[in-house]
């Protein structure tokens, strides 16, 4: 009995000693990975992963900064990833060991691979944004097609030459030639094109029918550059009535004459006061006041399905001169809230022009 006694806590012990060997070999190191090109720029978003023969130990995609973590316990790993670009797809597959409690460097230098960061300017060289840019390969045909959210549109892509077309509205530049080397290689395009600007902030206006009581326009608040939330209570709406015939008129002054590109009105549909958007905006220019031209009437069906509260922005390309902007509101509701009047334009186009916003005859216009 002694004997099998000393045996067992012998066993024990042992049992102890390795599993606590085990526990401790087992403690993860961690491997910092860089992922860079072969002039050191980073690589972001790499799914990689740490495998032992075919399994997942750990995984994770690198950051902005090219880096990813990834963890096991002391040994030898396979790191396994792919780059897929519009052009080619690289394979990395290297070695990796890990120490125990350690944190090593890896870093991943893939060849054969450059980054073009192509940057959209305006004519007075500003950022552009909302531009298509197309790459296009050494035979001119498309290797992608992008439509840029900000100035700026990145492509991993293999070395070589590309041809890159960028438009935005009715300008078109087309056959930009660059060179990619396997690195990072930026690249200015400018287009044709003049920066825009809301020209009708804290402009002066005059309306048809004025606002009422209970909404009032305190501080000129069509032009103010602030839009409410969408409730009737908020003070920032303007609220007019459209008596019998249901129509509003507004005219704002932009003091001189510019090349206007577009006008927008923000209008209020707020179920729970009875107030819709309306169902016709027409809007006229003029560079005198006197003379006018109207574009064309846009319609609005009101769907039903739509929130109780909404607002929405009403806009009208303009594309011509002029230093008065009209706006004709077909109401569906007596009620008629606006937010904001925005007017664009370009701002070299200034020109002096004779005109007075107090003797326009507002019944006139349309
Ligand atoms: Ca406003």
Same mark, same amino acid.
């Given at each position: 009995?002694?004997?099998?006694?000393?045996?067992?806590?012998?066993?024990?012990?042992?049992?102890?000693?390795?599993?606590?060997?085990?526990?401790?070999?087992?403690?993860?190191?961690?491997?910092?990975?860089?992922?860079?090109?072969?002039?050191?720029?980073?690589?972001?978003?790499?799914?990689?992963?740490?495998?032992?023969?075919?399994?997942?130990?750990?995984?994770?995609?690198?950051?902005?900064?090219?880096?990813?973590?990834?963890?096991?316990?002391?040994?030898?790993?396979?790191?396994?990833?792919?780059?897929?670009?519009?052009?080619?797809?690289?394979?990395?597959?290297?070695?990796?060991?890990?120490?125990?409690?350690?944190?090593?460097?890896?870093?991943?230098?893939?060849?054969?691979?450059?980054?073009?960061?192509?940057?959209?300017?305006?004519?007075?060289?500003?950022?552009?944004?909302?531009?298509?840019?197309?790459?296009?390969?050494?035979?001119?045909?498309?290797?992608? #097609?992008?439509?840029?959210? %900000?100035?700026?549109?990145?492509?991993? $892509? @293999?070395? &070589? !030459?590309?041809? /890159? +077309?960028?438009?935005?509205?009715?300008?078109?530049?087309?056959?930009?030639?660059?060179?990619?080397?396997?690195?990072?290689?930026?690249?200015?395009?400018?287009?044709?094109?003049?920066?825009?600007?809301?020209?009708?902030?804290?402009?002066?206006?005059?309306?048809?029918?004025?606002?009422?009581?209970?909404?009032?326009?305190?501080?000129?608040?069509?032009?103010?550059?602030?839009?409410?939330?969408?409730?009737?209570?908020?003070?920032?709406?303007?609220?007019?009535?459209?008596?019998?015939?249901?129509?509003?008129?507004?005219?704002?002054?932009?003091? #001189?004459?510019?090349?206007? %590109?577009?006008?927008?009105?923000?209008? $209020? @549909?707020? &179920? !729970?006061?009875? /107030? +819709?958007?309306?169902?016709?905006?027409?809007?006229?220019?003029?560079?005198?006041?006197?003379?006018?031209?109207?574009?064309?009437?846009?319609?609005?069906?009101?769907?039903?399905?739509?929130?109780?509260?909404?607002?929405?922005?009403?806009?009208?390309?303009?594309?011509?001169?002029?230093?008065?902007?009209?706006?004709?509101?077909?109401?569906?509701?007596?009620?008629?809230?606006?937010?904001?009047?925005?007017?664009?334009?370009?701002?070299?186009?200034?020109?002096?022009?004779?005109?007075?916003?107090?003797?326009?005859?507002?019944?006139?216009?349309?």
């Amino acid at each position: 009995m002694k004997t099998k006694s000393l045996l067992f806590v012998l066993f024990v012990m042992l049992v102890v000693l390795f599993s606590g060997c085990d526990l401790f070999s087992g403690k993860p190191g961690t491997v910092e990975i860089a992922v860079k090109l072969a002039d050191g720029t980073p690589v972001k978003n790499i799914e990689l992963s740490l495998r032992e023969k075919d399994k997942i130990i750990d995984e994770g995609g690198t950051n902005e900064k090219g880096l990813l973590k990834l963890s096991a316990k002391a040994g030898k790993y396979q790191l396994i990833g792919s780059i897929v670009t519009e052009t080619h797809e690289i394979l990395i597959n290297e070695e990796v060991v890990i120490e125990k409690n350690k944190t090593v460097n890896k870093l991943v230098t893939v060849q054969n691979l450059g980054k073009l960061s192509i940057n959209v300017k305006d004519k007075l060289n500003g950022p552009l944004s909302g531009a298509e840019v197309t790459i296009k390969d050494s035979n001119k045909a498309a290797v992608t #097609k992008v439509t840029a959210t %900000t100035d700026q549109v990145e492509a991993l $892509l @293999k070395p &070589g !030459t590309y041809y /890159i +077309d960028v438009k935005k509205d009715d300008v078109t530049l087309e056959d930009h030639e660059v060179t990619l080397t396997s690195a990072l290689v930026t690249v200015n395009i400018t287009l044709d094109i003049y920066p825009t600007y809301n020209l009708a902030l804290n402009k002066d206006y005059r309306m048809l029918k004025p606002a009422e009581g209970g909404y009032p326009d305190t501080e000129k608040e069509l032009t103010n550059g602030v839009v409410g939330a969408a409730s009737f209570g908020n003070a920032e709406w303007v609220g007019t009535l459209g008596g019998e015939e249901r129509l509003q008129v507004i005219v704002v002054d932009l003091d #001189k004459e510019y090349l206007v %590109t577009k006008a927008t009105v923000v209008g $209020l @549909k707020d &179920g !729970t006061a009875g /107030i +819709d958007l309306p169902l016709g905006i027409t809007v006229a220019i003029s560079s005198d006041g006197v003379n006018w031209t109207p574009l064309e009437k846009q319609t609005y069906e009101l769907p039903p399905e739509e929130p109780k509260q909404v607002v929405r922005t009403h806009e009208q390309k303009v594309g011509d001169n002029a230093r008065f902007v009209a706006y004709k509101f077909d109401q569906s509701t007596n009620w008629l809230f606006l937010g904001e009047i925005e007017v664009y334009g370009t701002q070299h186009t200034a020109t002096d022009v004779p005109g007075d916003l107090a003797t326009i005859d507002l019944a006139e216009i349309f």
